[in-house]
């Protein structure tokens, strides 16, 4: 079993819909973190979490320090938010999930 | 620098032949991650220093693979008699301190590495 779980693995929608990709864990960690990358390999850093909730725009991230478990949720979705969504964990070495490829159609 | 620079940006080995790839992490930042991504995978830790420290090498998969960090700044990993499944992404990541909290990790745009 992965430390860090993601679901879903793909992720199809259409322009404007509200999305939500959840990430589990199952270590002990001191920040979770939620990472964008596009296609050619650049990662950009979008939240680095301990706990509650942190809001930047259209994205949301949310995390359960109890439950072991964090959401990054975008609203109003756009075409341009199409990417690999990745969660990773600091422990303090950074295990990342596998990704949720994100599909937005106009 | 501006963001973490890692050279080269594309590298072709023949099987067999030793590489070198470097990563010049944010000037000041102590914490530097390497990291393995095979295509359609996510990155896979490889290791971890602090300053010069090399705290955590566990994710090194071969005695082939090889990280150092000298002077606390530039890192540089080696791989020795490269191996077809070596090819893969290979990233590198910096961060300010130690301490997790408050910190943002910033990324490199990875080196692609093809083993022939």
């Known amino acids: 079993k992965n430390e860090v779980e993601q679901s879903p693995q793909n992720l199809t929608a259409q322009e404007g819909e509200f999305i939500t990709i959840n990430c589990s864990y199952s270590v002990g960690i001191s920040a979770l973190h939620w990472l964008q990358q596009h296609p050619g390999g650049g990662i950009v850093s979008l939240f680095m979490l301990s706990s509650g909730k942190k809001k930047h725009g259209r994205l949301i991230a949310t995390i359960n320090i109890q439950e072991k478990h964090s959401s990054l949720h975008i609203t109003a979705s756009h075409p341009r938010d199409s990417a690999v969504y990745i969660c990773a964990v600091r422990s303090p070495r950074l295990t990342f999930g596998e990704g949720t490829q994100l599909t937005v159609n106009p | ?53 090399q705290l955590d090498k566990s994710g090194l998969p071969s005695d082939r693979f090889f990280a150092e960090r000298p002077e606390g700044s530039v890192s540089t990993l080696k791989i020795q008699r490269t191996q077809q499944e070596d090819s893969a992404v290979y990233l590198c990541a910096s961060s300010r301190s130690y301490r997790a909290t408050n910190e943002k990790l910033f990324f490199g745009s990875g080196t692609q590495l093809s083993v022939l």
């Open chain 2, 1 to 53: 620098g501006a963001g973490v620079s890692q050279s080269p940006r594309y590298k072709v080995a023949k099987r067999g032949q030793d590489v070198a790839l470097r990563c010049d992490p944010i000037s000041g930042h102590v914490s530097l991650f390497w990291y393995q991504q095979a295509l359609g995978q996510g990155p896979e830790f490889l290791t971890y220093f602090q300053n010069e420290a």
